[in-house]
């Protein structure tokens, strides 16, 4: 086995690589003026399995994926196994309005053309990767949040809604401790409470895990009123901080004590490493 690392994972991949206890390539990726990715893989020959490691997200990153799965391909490699820590476009899932592409698979089917098994972490949708034709498995980041969590003071674990009750329920369950969904409640056209669906925080340390924060508006809201609440601290955790406009400045200012991430976007949040668990889905698969 042979772990390919992308320019946006390279950590990652190097981690992955010696917990497996095999060889790490750095795909030697540049960009020139014009924006153009140009990508090479410095060795002779790759007669071997290969686990590329790369997010295809944002979209420069999905070029550079591509042309890095044919340099290996023409390099000798026996098998492609696709890493992707976090897979963009999986939230366009459907066609809402006529007109629209379904973007989730129509770059599963693009990403299909040269691999031969894949692998995901807390994407979206688990359902947009049976458009890749090719044996997969999304890796669950909630046992990792779990371990990292266990020492460090958390009374209680919630999703910001029930929808993601079932990570909940992972993390808490890992840890020991219990666990609870929020609940959005619109109490006019203007005002809008979010508090647990059952549980009393008064005094606890309280755990919010999602798998994405994006702009960061809900989990702040929450935050403010579990702190209203009663609760002695509050952490927040995702898989996957994109943080768009200026997402991670404003988390840092609000009442949030601390913020984690998961390692699939690096960041100064990210703290988790899904890299184990990566490397154990390599192992099965290949």
Known sequence: ??????????DLAK????IIGCKYIEAATVRFPDGECYTRIEEETLDDDVAIVQNTYPDENLVEMFLIQDAVRRAGAKSVTLVIPYFGYARQDRVFKNGEPESAKVMCELLSRVCDHVITVDIHKEAVLEAFKRPYKDVKAANAMGDYFKDKDIDMVFSPDIGAAGRAKMVGERMGVPYDHLEKKRLSGTEVVIQPAKSDV??????IVDDMIS?????????TQLKAAGARKV???CTHGVYVNNALERLKASD???LLSCNTLISETSRIS???MIADAIK???
């Open 1 to 10: 086995m042979i772990v390919v690392g992308g320019s946006t994972s390279r």
């Open 15 to 18: 981690d992955i690589a010696s």
């Open 202 to 207: 008064k005094g606890k340390g309280v755990l």
């Open 215 to 223: 702009t960061g508006g809900t989990i702040m809201t929450a935050t």
């Open 235 to 237: 952490t927040v955790a």
């Open 256 to 258: 949030i004590d601390d």
């Open 274 to 276: 899904v890299a184990g």
């Open 284 to 286: 099965e698969r290949c």
